[in-house]
């Protein structure tokens, strides 16, 4: 497993067993899981996002914190979220944590991300020119979603 996956499950496991929200002292954890500071930086402004359902807050300084809360929603406002944080273009790697973090949060159904991530696959967009995949994907994304989300509700 590589640094990074242990970092995200370490703070997963945290944010799990203290109700959602957690405190760390970067240099402490980076110390308990034997990595540099600027990994632990770097998993969490990759993984702990608003757009994957996180708000991060930071204190520098002496006694400086990261506190890393769960956005608590129901499965429509997860998904307008998303929907909402998708730009005009997306990548295969973003819809893939996002499809992951819906899963996640039992916002869609396994069956219904295993056919979305199929619909993105650039397999599936192969005939679509290489610099307009991902534009395309950012609208099946968003539209696919809108769907789900209006036969949902």
Same mark, same amino acid.
């Given at each position: 497993m590589r640094m990074s996956d242990l970092v995200a499950k370490y703070i997963t496991e945290m944010l799990?067993?203290?109700? @959602?929200?957690?405190?760390?002292q970067r240099n402490e954890l980076a110390g %308990?899981?034997?990595c540099v500071p600027s990994q632990i930086n770097y998993v969490i402004t990759s993984r702990f996002t608003p757009e994957?359902?996180?708000? /991060? !807050?930071? &204190? &520098? @300084?002496? @006694? @400086?914190? *990261?506190?890393?809360? &769960?956005v608590n929603m129901d499965k429509g406002t997860?998904? #307008?979220?998303? *929907? %909402?944080? /998708?730009? %005009?273009?997306?990548? $295969?790697?973003? +819809?893939? +944590? #996002?499809?992951?973090? #819906?899963?996640? &949060? $039992?916002? /869609? !159904?396994? /069956? +219904? +991300?295993k056919l979305i991530a199929a619909a993105l696959s650039d397999r599936t967009l192969t005939h679509v020119e290489q610099d307009k995949r991902d534009v395309v994907r950012a609208d099946l994304f968003k539209n696919m979603l809108l769907t789900l989300n209006n036969w949902e509700v």
């Open positions: 799990d067993s203290q109700n @959602g929200s957690a405190e760390i %308990n899981l034997g994957q359902g996180y708000i /991060v !807050e930071s &204190r &520098r @300084g002496g @006694g @400086g914190y *990261i506190r890393i809360s &769960r997860t998904l #307008m979220h998303i *929907i %909402n944080s /998708v730009g %005009n273009t997306l990548d $295969k790697a973003t +819809a893939e +944590a #996002m499809l992951n973090n #819906m899963l996640q &949060r $039992k916002a /869609v !159904e396994l /069956v +219904a +991300a």
